[in-house]
């Protein structure tokens, strides 16, 4: 080898080193940047993160807007509290201030109606009455829709016979089966689920309430229960009118109704209320209709935790 293959070879030997060097030290660097990032996400997740360095590095920079960042979370989650706090207060208010005058209404308007009217004067009075009574129902459901977002009401779901349920619902919905001459069909079953009782009750008998109330004189509603690995499900199937499909994804909004039913009595927050109490347990609503077919709800409720 001449002088020029010694100076060519040690300079790629250089070259080597200082590459090996270079990739040493970058990786090094770029760990230690890595486990500082880990530390200040471990920080902040714990909630003791501070500030460390205090210098122009990139790093530096990362620790200041993340220590901002979550100085601001801590802000609007305090402010969050308060708020909700204040909404608590709030709704307590209401459904105290506005229980006794209700009742005071309804109490005076029985009252009038057991005396001797004449005959306009006493459809007055049922007038009043059926119009106090809307208005109960609206507060209460209003009272109960707003514990529920803002977290008031707690639901705790446990494992129960889902037979127990179907009684209630039975128990509670059958005076208005009767009175339209529907026949009223309810499965008998074994199954278990994950479902507070006294909520899940009410979440299924404001949907069998519905079956009720649009089908025709006269109509059937089956209420019937399969098991699945996760979820039982609970269908409530009506012969009723039916649901457009342009329509099927309005109907779980608070106080929609739908035109081709606003002859029936209703304020549309009764579906609301249903979708709430299922989905804080964990479970879930699909619907199946056809204009003029009838209708499907099925209540999905885990079976697991």
């Not at 639901?155 to 529907?182: C, F, G, H, W, Y």
Request: with cysteine.
């Amino acid at each position: 080898m001449n002088t020029f293959d010694y100076i060519c070879l040690a300079f790629a030997s250089c070259t080597i080193i200082s590459s090996i060097c270079f990739m040493l030290y970058y990786r090094r660097k770029t760990k230690n940047i890595l486990e500082s990032t880990s530390k200040m996400i471990d920080g902040a997740i714990s909630g003791s993160f501070s500030e460390s360095a205090f210098d122009e590095s990139l790093l530096s920079s990362v620790e200041t807007k993340l220590a901002q960042y979550l100085n601001s979370c801590d802000v609007s989650s305090k402010n969050f509290a308060l708020e909700k706090d204040k909404i608590k207060e709030f709704i307590a208010d209401i459904s105290h201030q506005t229980k006794t005058p209700v009742s005071n209404i309804l109490l005076y308007s029985q009252l009038l109606g057991e005396q001797n009217l004449p005959n306009e004067s006493a459809q007055y009075v049922s007038a009043l009455s059926e119009q106090a009574e809307k208005l109960s129902f609206l507060i209460e459901s209003l009272v109960k829709a707003s514990r529920l977002e803002t977290g008031i009401i707690a639901l705790n779901p446990r494992l129960s016979d889902v037979q127990s349920l179907l009684s209630t619902v039975e128990s509670e919905i059958m005076p208005k089966a009767k009175a339209k001459n529907i026949t009223l069909s309810i499965c008998e079953t074994s199954e278990k689920a994950l479902f507070d009782p006294k909520w899940t009750a009410e979440a299924v008998y404001n949907i069998a309430d519905n079956a009720i109330k649009y089908s025709p004189r006269g109509g059937r509603v089956e209420i019937s229960v399969t098991a699945f690995e996760l979820f039982c499900r609970i269908d409530i199937k009506d012969s009723g009118i039916g649901i457009s499909e342009d329509e099927q994804a309005k109907i779980f909004t608070r106080f929609y109704r739908s035109p081709r039913v606003s002859e029936v009595e209703g304020v549309g927050i009764g579906l609301y209320l249903s979708r709430e109490i299922i989905s804080g347990e964990g479970g879930y609503i699909k619907l199946s209709a056809r204009e003029g077919k009838g209708t499907v709800f099925s209540v999905y409720l885990p079976r697991e935790q």
